[in-house]
Structures are given as C-alpha cells and as structure tokens.
C-alpha cells in the first residue's frame, strides 16, 4: 500500500478513536436512558461521513500530520461541532471546512485561527453565516468606504433587499458577529453604523469552499 493509502488508513483510524474517547467521556455520560445511544449513533454516522469524505478528496496526507496535534485537535474540533449541528447545511459547512482545513498547504500553522473559526460557525446560525458572507460580497464589488454616508448606507439597503430584514434586524445580527470578530463597525454621521468584514471572513469563506461566489 502507497503512503498516501496508508496515511488516510491511519486517518480513519484516528477518527474513530477521537470520536470513541470523546463522546463517551462528555455527550454518553452527560445523557439519559436511550438518548445516550441515539447521541452515540449520531456521533458515529457525523464521523462515518467525515471519513467518506477524506477518503474521496485528493488530500496527500502524511503519516506524521495525521497523528500531529494539530490533526488530532482539528478533528475533536469539528466533531464536537458536527454533534451539536441542527442542520442538514450547518453539517455540510462543517464537513466541508475540515476538509478545506486538512487540506490548507499552511495547515499546522493555521490550526489554530481554524480551530477558531470552528467555534464561531457552530455558535452562528445559516443565516448569520450568509449575512456576513454578504457583507463580504457587497464591499469586494463596491469598495470599502466612501467619505458620502448616504453610499456607506448601501451595504444596508443591500441587506434589506437581499434578506428581506429591517434595518433594525440588520444591526442586531451585525452587533452579534462584531462580538465574534467578523464585523468592524464604522460610525456613520448622525445614526447606525457601516458593517464591514474581517479578515477572518476571508478565512472562513475560504474553509466553506464558497470562493466561486465572489469571481
């Protein structure tokens, strides 16, 4: 078998084993009666799916990262997160920033910034999540700033018409990402304030695999 085979063998062996000693330590003994084996069987087919989906990607991973600690956390990371997730997208999001974040060049390096992001998509709902991508949209076709508060203001409007919400709607949902660190709030003349996008935005755009969106 190639090395290549090997590692992502060992992969699915990590995988198993991280969601074997963590659940039965937190989730399994935090339960009662039958919810402890539907939490268990939850658990398993969350981790069944991640490991389909390692195995079906061209990632080339090497024996010495998969048993990193950098491998081991990202992975308890994103399982936890899986095991809490109520959607069927909020899953797909998750599975799809672990694959996009064992497969970052940069990887070890950025474990923890990714480790991160995983804590705030779990704590964000969908449409909090498609708000600030939005957000980040709206500023990469129109630029950041302008001295004219009335074109600032766009980036509102914009959220109006693309979500249906009020204005009121919108700076509560920014007030909650600004406490996430994804949203800068830039004071307007008079009322309200331009929400703007972090650079973590960027970070997560990029573990969602939602890049073709912004060409």
Same mark, same amino acid.
């Given at each position: 078998?190639?090395?290549?085979?090997?590692?992502?063998?060992?992969?699915?062996?990590?995988?198993?084993?991280?969601?074997?000693?963590?659940?039965?330590?937190?989730?399994?003994?935090?339960?009662?009666?039958?919810?402890?084996?539907?939490?268990?069987?939850?658990?398993?087919? !969350?981790?069944? @799916?991640?490991?389909?989906? *390692?195995?079906?990607?061209?990632?080339? /991973?090497?024996? +010495?990262?998969? %048993?990193?600690?950098?491998?081991?956390?990202?992975?308890?990371?994103?399982?936890?997160?899986?095991?809490?997730?109520?959607?069927?997208?909020?899953?797909?999001?998750?599975?799809?920033?672990?694959?996009?974040?064992?497969?970052?060049?940069?990887?070890? !390096?950025?474990? @923890?910034?990714?480790?991160? *992001?995983?804590?705030?998509?779990?704590? /964000?709902?969908? +449409?909090?999540? %498609?708000?600030?991508?939005?957000?980040?949209?709206?500023?990469?076709?129109?630029?950041?700033?302008?001295?004219?508060?009335?074109?600032?203001?766009?980036?509102?409007?914009?959220?109006?018409?693309?979500?249906?919400?009020?204005?009121?709607?919108?700076?509560?949902?920014?007030?909650?990402?600004?406490?996430?660190?994804?949203?800068?709030?830039?004071?307007?003349?008079?009322?309200?304030?331009?929400?703007?996008?972090?650079?973590?935005?960027?970070?997560?755009?990029?573990?969602?695999?939602?890049?073709?969106?912004?060409?």
């Amino acid at each position: 078998m190639s090395k290549y085979g090997d590692s992502k063998t060992i992969s699915e062996s990590v995988i198993t084993s991280v969601v074997k000693s963590t659940f039965d330590e937190t989730l399994g003994v935090a339960t009662l009666g039958f919810l402890t084996g539907v939490f268990k069987v939850r658990n398993q087919n !969350n981790a069944e @799916e991640l490991i389909r989906r *390692l195995k079906a990607s061209e990632i080339n /991973l090497d024996n +010495h990262l998969v %048993q990193s600690n950098e491998f081991l956390g990202y992975t308890a990371k994103v399982l936890i997160a899986l095991s809490i997730a109520t959607t069927r997208q909020k899953i797909d999001y998750l599975l799809n920033a672990y694959i996009n974040g064992v497969a970052d060049v940069d990887f070890r !390096n950025k474990s @923890e910034r990714f480790n991160e *992001l995983i804590d705030v998509l779990s704590s /964000l709902s969908i +449409h909090s999540i %498609q708000v600030v991508v939005e957000i980040y949209k709206y500023h990469l076709n129109n630029g950041l700033l302008d001295t004219n508060d009335d074109i600032n203001r766009g980036v509102i409007k914009h959220l109006n018409d693309v979500f249906s919400m009020t204005d009121d709607d919108i700076y509560s949902i920014c007030h909650l990402l600004t406490a996430k660190g994804l949203v800068f709030q830039h004071q307007l003349f008079g009322y309200g304030f331009v929400p703007q996008a972090s650079p973590w935005v960027k970070d997560i755009i990029h573990l969602l695999e939602v890049e073709n969106q912004f060409q």
